[in-house]
Every structure is written in structure tokens, then in C-alpha cells.
């Protein structure tokens, strides 16, 4: 069974202060794994695929890593409009499915 | 700009209502998904869909059922509301194997009394 963890749960930065988000996974062959940042009340909306190890993405002040174990969500220089939930998830197989994380909320403070 | 749209924002119902929470795709996607977010609990699969008229049980199918007459449409039928289903509930879609994410709604807020 695929699963996926991030840590923290929540996370504060003051606004300037770089930090990272961690997704841990396990899953049989991974064909892809997925950030997602999502807003309160609106539903998740798409950052970044990363299908190998060693692949990095990047948008904005966001860049996503990828190892065979974990990913990062790199933070650089927040601003308090970068506070929102980011969700992981991965697919596995043949499997249409996502497993999600349980999300990591971000509060960025001016 | 590709869609998912979801009828309503926000919903209140009855206990004991049945209630339809429809969803439409413009994007031609083969598959489609019903999930409910609750805090702490992250995003739950209800039912899935890979083609017309195919439906497939998620992780939480009890209470609920789902409708797929069209490619582009995915209804999900709470047949008697509960309290305990008050919730978020939020319909995504994606090509066939899936490789490409998926694309979400806005999702519907449903708050059972």
C-alpha cells in the first residue's frame, strides 16, 4: 500500500525566512509524484510533477526535489501571500490513484 | 483555461435528505474522482470513475453513491444525509494512467443539520 507523510504539520516563517517541507513516501513504483498548494475553502490547485530522483522543479520563490525516499518543497524568501496548505501525493504503478499526505499549513507573518 | 466545475459552494441539507453534488469536466478527462477533506483526516477517496457508465468503490464509499451517464459528468448521491457528513467534498479528474496529476474543483462545502 502506497503512503505518504509531511512534516511538520504546520510551520510558521516570518516573512523573508527560507524554509523547507518534507513528503516522505513509500510506493511500488513510482510513476509520479505531486505538489499541490490549496487555499482555505477553495480546492488544491496544481505546482509540480516529479517523475525520477534527482529531478528538481521550480516556480517563483518554489522549488520541489526529488529522492527515491522523500521531496522537498523548498520555501525562499516567503511572503505572507505564500501561506496556504501544500499537499504531496504519489501514483504508484499502473494505478490512476493519488495517495495524498495530510498537508503541511504554512503561515507567513510580515 | 482548463475546468472542473462544481454546482455549489456551499449547501446546507436536512438530515435524512437525499442530495446531489454534481460535477463537470471540460477537458475531455477519462477519469474522475470524489474525495471529502475533513481537518486532520487529509483527503479521503469516496468513488472513482475510469469511463462512462464504470464506477469503482474508494476507501469511504458507505453512505454514498455516484452517477456517470456522460464522460464529461460525475454526480455523487448522498441517498440519506447525516450529520457525520457534513464536510468538504471535492471532485478532481485526470487523463487516462493518471500521470499528468489530477485537476480539483472548487469544492462544495455541505453542512447537514
Known amino acids: 500500500e502506497d503512503q505518504v507523510t509531511q512534516s511538520p504539520e504546520a510551520l510558521r516563517l516570518q516573512e523573508g525566512e527560507s524554509s523547507s517541507l518534507n513528503c516522505s513516501y513509500t510506493v511500488s513504483g513510482l510513476r509520479g509524484l505531486f505538489w499541490y498548494r490549496q487555499d482555505p475553502g477553495k480546492g488544491p490547485e496544481f505546482l509540480f510533477t516529479l517523475y525520477s530522483a534527482g529531478e528538481e522543479k521550480e516556480k517563483e520563490r518554489l522549488k520541489a526535489t526529488l529522492t527515491k525516499k522523500e521531496s522537498f518543497l523548498h520555501i525562499t524568501a516567503p511572503k505572507p501571500e505564500d501561506s496556504a496548505t501544500y499537499l504531496c501525493a504519489v501514483q504508484g504503478g499502473a494505478n490512476s490513484k493519488l495517495t495524498f499526505g495530510k498537508g503541511i499549513t504554512l503561515s507567513v507573518r510580515p | 483555461d482548463v475546468k472542473v466545475t462544481q454546482s455549489s459552494r456551499y449547501l446546507v441539507k436536512r438530515t435524512g435528505e437525499k442530495v446531489f453534488l454534481e460535477c463537470v469536466q471540460d477537458m475531455d478527462h477519462e477519469n474522475m474522482f470524489w474525495y471529502r477533506q475533513d481537518p486532520g483526516l487529509g483527503l479521503r477517496l469516496i468513488y472513482f470513475?475510469?469511463?462512462?457508465?464504470?464506477?469503482e468503490k474508494g476507501d469511504i464509499p458507505e453512505g454514498y453513491s455516484v452517477s456517470r451517464e456522460k464522460k464529461e459528468r460525475f454526480s455523487l448521491i448522498l441517498e440519506s444525509a447525516s450529520t457525520n457528513q457534513t464536510s468538504m467534498y471535492l471532485c478532481a479528474s485526470s487523463l487516462s494512467g493518471g500521470a499528468s496529476g489530477y485537476t480539483f474543483g472548487s469544492g462544495t462545502r455541505l453542512t447537514v443539520v
Open positions: 470513475s475510469y469511463d462512462v457508465k464504470m464506477k
